[in-house]
């Protein structure tokens, strides 16, 4: 029978044995002419959830052509307000604020699950270029987190010290403040004129207008496993479903001084947009055909909270445990974050804030008693893995924390000193929807992220955080969200997925 083969035949191999198969090339990887049409068509759904309330959310994939990663999710939020005020969605992470817990399923296992997604995207979001958030974020996904510096233009009060300016123009900028996009007139207005608005992203204006914008969520921000993959929908045989667990209530927009707050979710505007990627018929089989077992490596994330009871009259100082045992992990990124409630003014809430309750809390500084404890705070970090210290020694410079951000994520974050350690005054404290800009962000993005360079599996006692916070806010709850980096492994091998850790 071999004799008849021909040697030359790229579509035939000969086993050792003499026997001959097809081979299970596709003949995209064939050098050559390819004997076939190439073109990529792109088909989109738009599905409707198979679950819905004002707490759960389940969306049901279809099994065909291949997902694309970029798929995106839309929602609306219908604001109810008592009082007369403007509602809007946390300026640093917009919409993402209404996801609490996303899940990506196949059949019954879990393929890639977020925990604290909201509190997880205020970190993601600082690596948005602030430009991008100014044209195109404001209007996809509500944030708003752009730059711009202030200068003093004709004869008016300055805002800062309360001395007049005189009538010339002033070259010099003494602060940055945000820039919405809506340019305001500053000459010969008094500063109390001066608020930013935000008319274009208003979910109900003060008018009582209630404008319900539409913004969307990519797939691939939610499940950081579509980053680097795309599903190959037609060769799965299990259904795939997308669980969102939404946010409460409270947590959802922001308002300054309204009487009451509803944010209730418009289920008509509730979509999953789901692009599916087609090639060539042909060229599909080919591939599922010489595919039957793929494996994707992927990353995910794992939370740990804490609560941390502050203590101004001594430092804050923890030792925690935050698991990872037997795992590979790739970093280790954390925050401490404020519940916002102030118990000498019960009417400040969480929601009557700017950023609501997705902040890094950083140190205050404490400038009062005697000259020679008068400092900005300190903050003391370290962590522990395989018994050995992370850093020889701890670290205390907030510079180098700042550094070490970069190091671990590749990319340095858009936010300034003031807004990292409050180590400097540059933020303006220009009222934005009715909140002193300063007093809302500054001191409100002090992330710590640490890479594990050993690429070393962690033993079985696990990472343990050493964490010291002096001078934090008096009388404040804090919770530490913390997440893990886990390395992860999925097979999918005649239809069905397969997880498990590295």
């Given at each position: 029978m071999s004799s008849q083969i021909d040697r030359g035949d790229p579509d035939v191999e000969q086993r050792p044995d003499g026997a001959v198969k097809p081979t299970l090339v596709p003949d995209l990887m064939k050098i050559g002419a390819v004997p076939t049409n190439t073109q990529m068509d792109v088909e989109t759904d738009i599905l409707e959830p198979v679950v819905q309330s004002e707490t759960f959310c389940r969306f049901r994939l279809q099994n065909k052509g291949i997902l694309h990663s970029n798929s995106k999710l839309t929602f609306s939020v219908v604001g109810g307000l008592t009082g007369t005020d403007n509602a809007f969605f946390p300026l640093n992470v917009g919409v993402h604020s209404l996801i609490e817990r996303c899940v990506l399923k196949s059949g019954t296992k879990t393929l890639c699950e977020t925990d604290g997604f909201n509190q997880f995207m205020a970190y993601r979001s600082c690596f948005i270029n602030p430009q991008h958030n100014k044209q195109r974020e404001a209007f996809t996904t509500g944030r708003m987190m752009c730059r711009q510096w202030v200068y003093n233009n004709g004869t008016y009060t300055n805002s800062y010290d309360g001395n007049a300016v005189g009538s010339m123009s002033d070259y010099n900028a003494n602060g940055y403040t945000l820039d919405t996009g809506v340019e305001i007139q500053r000459l010969n207005l008094a500063p109390a004129a001066h608020e930013l608005r935000l008319p274009n992203q208003c979910l109900v204006t003060e008018e009582g207008v209630d404008r319900s914008p539409v913004y969307q969520i990519s797939l691939n921000d939610l499940f950081p496993f579509l980053k680097m993959n795309q599903l190959p929908l037609y060769m799965v045989k299990e259904e795939l479903d997308v669980e969102l667990h939404y946010a409460p209530a409270n947590n959802r927009i922001c308002v300054s001084e309204a009487d009451g707050i509803t944010a209730s979710l418009d289920f008509t505007e509730t979509k999953f947009i789901a692009d599916y990627i087609y090639y060539p018929q042909e060229m599909m089989d080919a591939y599922a055909e010489a595919n039957r077992k793929l494996s994707f490596t992927y990353v995910d994330y794992r939370r740990v909270r804490h609560t941390v009871t502050s203590d101004n009259a001594n430092a804050n100082?923890?030792?925690?445990?935050?698991?990872?045992?037997?795992?590979?992990?790739?970093?280790?990124?954390?925050?401490?974050?404020?519940?916002?409630?102030?118990?000498?003014?019960?009417?400040?809430?969480?929601?009557?804030?700017?950023?609501?309750?997705?902040?890094?809390?950083?140190?205050?500084?404490?400038?009062?008693?005697?000259?020679?404890?008068?400092?900005?705070?300190?903050?003391?970090?370290?962590?522990?893995?395989?018994?050995?210290?992370?850093?020889?020694?701890?670290?205390?410079?907030?510079?180098?924390?700042?550094?070490?951000?970069?190091?671990?994520?590749?990319?340095?974050?858009?936010?300034?000193?003031?807004?990292?350690?409050?180590n400097l005054s540059l933020i303006t404290s220009q009222l934005v929807e009715q909140q002193d800009l300063r007093s809302q962000i500054w001191g409100m993005s002090f992330w710590t992220c640490d890479r594990l360079n050993t690429n070393e599996r962690v033993n079985s006692r696990g990472i343990e955080l050493y964490q010291t916070w002096d001078f934090l806010k008096l009388e404040r709850n804090y919770t530490l969200n913390c997440w893990l980096e886990l390395v992860r492994f999925a097979t999918l091998e005649d239809g069905a997925f397969s997880v498990s850790w590295a």
């Amino acid at each position: 029978m071999s004799s008849q083969i021909d040697r030359g035949d790229p579509d035939v191999e000969q086993r050792p044995d003499g026997a001959v198969k097809p081979t299970l090339v596709p003949d995209l990887m064939k050098i050559g002419a390819v004997p076939t049409n190439t073109q990529m068509d792109v088909e989109t759904d738009i599905l409707e959830p198979v679950v819905q309330s004002e707490t759960f959310c389940r969306f049901r994939l279809q099994n065909k052509g291949i997902l694309h990663s970029n798929s995106k999710l839309t929602f609306s939020v219908v604001g109810g307000l008592t009082g007369t005020d403007n509602a809007f969605f946390p300026l640093n992470v917009g919409v993402h604020s209404l996801i609490e817990r996303c899940v990506l399923k196949s059949g019954t296992k879990t393929l890639c699950e977020t925990d604290g997604f909201n509190q997880f995207m205020a970190y993601r979001s600082c690596f948005i270029n602030p430009q991008h958030n100014k044209q195109r974020e404001a209007f996809t996904t509500g944030r708003m987190m752009c730059r711009q510096w202030v200068y003093n233009n004709g004869t008016y009060t300055n805002s800062y010290d309360g001395n007049a300016v005189g009538s010339m123009s002033d070259y010099n900028a003494n602060g940055y403040t945000l820039d919405t996009g809506v340019e305001i007139q500053r000459l010969n207005l008094a500063p109390a004129a001066h608020e930013l608005r935000l008319p274009n992203q208003c979910l109900v204006t003060e008018e009582g207008v209630d404008r319900s914008p539409v913004y969307q969520i990519s797939l691939n921000d939610l499940f950081p496993f579509l980053k680097m993959n795309q599903l190959p929908l037609y060769m799965v045989k299990e259904e795939l479903d997308v669980e969102l667990h939404y946010a409460p209530a409270n947590n959802r927009i922001c308002v300054s001084e309204a009487d009451g707050i509803t944010a209730s979710l418009d289920f008509t505007e509730t979509k999953f947009i789901a692009d599916y990627i087609y090639y060539p018929q042909e060229m599909m089989d080919a591939y599922a055909e010489a595919n039957r077992k793929l494996s994707f490596t992927y990353v995910d994330y794992r939370r740990v909270r804490h609560t941390v009871t502050s203590d101004n009259a001594n430092a804050n100082t923890i030792i925690l445990n935050l698991g990872g045992a037997g795992r590979i992990v790739n970093k280790v990124f954390f925050c401490l974050t404020s519940d916002k409630t102030d118990p000498a003014n019960p009417v400040i809430q969480p929601e009557r804030t700017l950023l609501n309750i997705f902040t890094a809390d950083s140190v205050q500084p404490n400038f009062g008693g005697p000259a020679a404890l008068r400092s900005f705070g300190s903050v003391t970090h370290n962590l522990k893995y395989n018994d050995k210290q992370l850093y020889p020694i701890d670290v205390t410079n907030t510079a180098r924390m700042f550094d070490n951000i970069a190091q671990a994520e590749g990319s340095t974050p858009f936010i300034s000193k003031d807004e990292y350690s409050n180590n400097l005054s540059l933020i303006t404290s220009q009222l934005v929807e009715q909140q002193d800009l300063r007093s809302q962000i500054w001191g409100m993005s002090f992330w710590t992220c640490d890479r594990l360079n050993t690429n070393e599996r962690v033993n079985s006692r696990g990472i343990e955080l050493y964490q010291t916070w002096d001078f934090l806010k008096l009388e404040r709850n804090y919770t530490l969200n913390c997440w893990l980096e886990l390395v992860r492994f999925a097979t999918l091998e005649d239809g069905a997925f397969s997880v498990s850790w590295a």
